[in-house]
Each structure stands twice: as structure tokens, then as C-alpha cells.
């Protein structure tokens, strides 16, 4: 296996503005939820001409190691939905070898894709968020309406999660055009530390037990079923919710559960942490919750495990194939607010349990899923090509 990229061009791809996600810039994008600026980072590391192009209205970010570009939107504000003039002359004109798409479920994927198909460049796809219902007939549209592109613009396919691969191969797309890549994460960065220590440095009570939430607070990230599930466990018990983004909604039924069970004084919004502090709360926690209703590939699971925090997850975090119910972690039905109360208090009750759990957590971590180990089947599938 060649590890080298030398010589290659790489433009990669953010079919969404960082505000539609809840970042105020694409410097915070860069900082707080710093995935791509690290997948930018490991591709010129190994020697490629890496440029990061996103929708914006502000300057791009300066970055030693790989271009950044904002393009401007012409119009659109709400995700996936921005369009701009500007970046399909720019992708027309592109001289890339590579020109790798991050995301695949946002409309405006179909005009780049039509853009691409007057460019020489390999078009690759790569989706990091959540899956589509496979029986709804959105999904099932969209799906017809990329099909042709799937088929002649699109050279390969990157998914971390198998299920969408399979949905795929279902409507015609070969299987040799297919691969699974998970999401990666830095353990020298999320590592353990002294649990005594960490909530210290947080100016957290010792004599408190935590679970921590990581995500945006949105329907689909769970977090009003976790604080359902949270008011019957017991007082000492506090619950940590650390976020980037808000659904007002979602939010107003959450303050609203805090009010009517009497849990001011135990549920912390925490708000956004940048990454240097986020290994922290993850170790200050005694157990993480992520409760999600859909997700493609949850990266927040990765960085407990790696820090060797034990989680509870459900079932979509299970598909993708990194929580392990009894293995690395315990795995609940989406939206069985019972059932995640009954597992979180009988982890919380059992600290042995949790060590084993986290310990096993941090080894698969290490075994499967860090930066080298992702990056080495992205240069293998750059090589194809």
C-alpha cells in the first residue's frame, strides 16, 4: 500500500454554509467541529495539494497546511439548500485530480454534481451524518433523482455507515464503487485522565455523579428523551449538556421537562466547547448518553470511548458498528425513555461494569478507528482512480 499523495490534487467539498449547522463562521466550523480541518490536515500530511472549499459570506480562515476558500452564496440560508454561482463556474473550471464531496443528503448536491460532469476530475462522495429512512418516500425519491448521477459523475461512494451501502447497491450502483470508511477521532487528544482531577478543573462537585450529552440539541440527537429519563434517577445525579447548535423548539420542550420535574439545580447547559476543553468533560463524566433518534455515524461516541468513559447509545449508533451493546457499551432503542433510565441507572450503580466497558471502549478505538488507520482507506481509494 502507497501511503503518498504526492503530486495530487484534492479539492474537497462542504456542500453547507457553517451557520446552517450552528457555527457563526467557518473559522468556528475549523475550531469547534474541527473533522474537516483534520481530514484536510492528514491528506496534505501525506504530501497532497489539499484546497477546502464551503459556502460562506465571510472570509475563509487562514490554514498552514492546506487551502481554505469560502464561496459566496447567491442565494439559500437553510442547510444544503445554499446556492452559489460563483462555485460552479470555480468546480467548471477545476483542475483537481480529486474533487471529494462531503455530504450526500442536501439538494444542492445535484447542482455540483451537474457542474462536475463538465470537469476531468474524480468525483467522490463521502457521507459523515445520518441516514435517510430507507422506507420513506423522500428517501426513496432522492434516491431516484441521484441515480443517474450515482451511475456516470460519481466515480465512488464513501459512507461510515453500511446500511446506506447496501441501500445503494439496492438501486444499482456497483458494489466496486462502494466502500465503508468510518469516522475517525485523535486518542492522543481524547485520552483518559483523572477522573477526580477533570472535575476539579471544571468546578464540578466530587460528590456528584455526571452524564454528559455531547450533540446539538435537536429532535434527532434525543436529548429531551434523555432528560425524560433523567428526572427518575437519583438526586446526586447531575446532567451535563454540552452543545453547538439549538433547535428552539427541541430546546423550549427540554427547559420545559426541567421545570415540571423540579431539575434546575442538575441539568447544566454547558453550550459550546471548544476542542482542547472537550476531553475534559468527557473524563470528568462518570457515563455518556447519546440518545439519538438517527444517526449516520456518531463521532461524540468515538471521543467517550477513547477517553475510556462508558456509553450508552442506541441502536443507530449500533448500525454503523462502533458501540457494541455489552462490549464497548450499552446500546437502547431510539426514544424508549424508559428503557435508557433503566440503563443508565444500573451503569451509574455498577462501576465496575462502566470500567470494563470504557477500557474495551478505548482498545477498539485504537484497533479501528483512528486517523491513520481512516486515512490510509481514503488514500486507498484516491488510488483506484
Not at 466550523?29 to 481530514?39: E, G, N, P
Not at 452559489?84 to 448536491?109: C, F, K, M, T, W
Not at 439519538?292 to 458498528?321: D, P, Q
Request: with cysteine.
Amino acid at each position: 500500500m502507497n501511503n503518498s499523495l504526492e503530486g495530487l490534487c484534492v479539492t474537497i467539498v462542504l456542500p453547507h454554509s457553517p451557520e446552517s449547522v450552528g457555527y457563526r463562521s467557518g473559522e468556528q466550523l475549523l475550531s469547534i467541529a474541527s473533522y474537516h480541518d483534520r481530514f484536510c490536515r492528514e491528506l496534505a500530511i501525506r504530501g497532497a495539494e489539499v484546497n477546502f472549499v464551503y459556502f460562506g459570506d465571510k472570509p475563509a480562515p487562514l490554514r498552514r497546511e492546506y487551502g481554505v476558500r469560502t464561496v459566496p452564496v447567491t442565494t439559500g440560508t437553510s442547510f444544503g439548500r445554499e446556492i452559489s454561482l460563483r462555485l460552479y463556474v470555480d468546480l467548471a473550471r477545476n483542475e483537481s485530480d480529486i474533487v471529494h464531496i462531503h455530504g450526500y443528503n442536501q439538494p444542492n448536491v445535484i447542482p455540483i454534481l451537474c457542474t462536475l460532469a463538465l470537469s476531468d476530475a474524480k468525483v467522490i462522495i463521502h457521507n459523515h451524518g445520518s441516514a435517510l429512512d430507507e422506507n420513506s418516500l423522500i428517501h426513496q425519491t432522492w434516491r431516484k433523482l441521484l441515480k443517474p448521477f450515482m451511475q456516470s459523475t460519481v466515480d465512488h461512494f464513501v459512507s461510515v455507515n453500511e446500511q446506506e451501502l447496501q441501500g445503494l447497491e439496492h438501486i444499482g450502483v456497483p458494489s466496486s464503487k462502494l466502500s465503508h470508511i468510518p469516522n475517525a477521532v485523535d486518542t492522543s487528544v481524547f485520552t483518559p485522565m483523572n477522573k477526580v482531577r477533570s472535575k476539579m478543573d471544571l468546578g464540578l462537585d466530587s460528590g456528584n455523579r455526571y452524564v454528559l450529552f455531547v450533540g446539538k440539541l435537536t429532535a434527532d440527537k434525543g436529548a429531551s428523551i434523555l432528560v425524560e429519563a433523567f428526572a427518575e434517577l437519583p438526586p446526586e445525579v447531575h446532567l451535563l449538556l454540552v452543545y453547538s447548535s439549538v433547535d428552539q423548539i427541541t430546546l423550549t420542550k427540554i427547559r420545559d421537562l426541567i421545570e415540571k420535574n423540579n431539575l434546575v439545580d442538575r441539568v447544566t447547559f454547558v453550550g459550546t466547547v471548544y476542542n482542547e476543553l472537550l476531553p475534559v468533560y468527557y473524563n470528568a463524566a462518570d457515563l455518556c448518553a447519546f440518545p439519538s433518534r438517527n444517526e449516520g455515524f456518531g463521532v461524540v461516541v468515538l471521543e467517550a470511548m477513547a477517553c475510556e468513559t462508558a456509553v450508552v447509545g442506541t441502536t443507530e449508533h449500533a448500525l454503523a458498528g462502533h458501540l457494541r451493546d455489552g462490549v464497548n457499551g450499552a446500546v437502547v432503542c431510539p426514544g424508549a425513555h424508559s428503557d435508557l433510565r433503566d440503563k443508565l441507572y444500573e451503569l451509574l450503580r455498577d462501576k465496575d461494569r462502566r470500567r470494563q466497558l470504557a477500557r474495551r471502549g478505548r482498545e477498539i478505538v485504537k484497533k479501528e478507528y483512528t486517523w491513520e488507520i481512516v486515512i490510509d482507506e481514503v488514500v486507498d481509494t484516491y488510488y483506484k482512480y
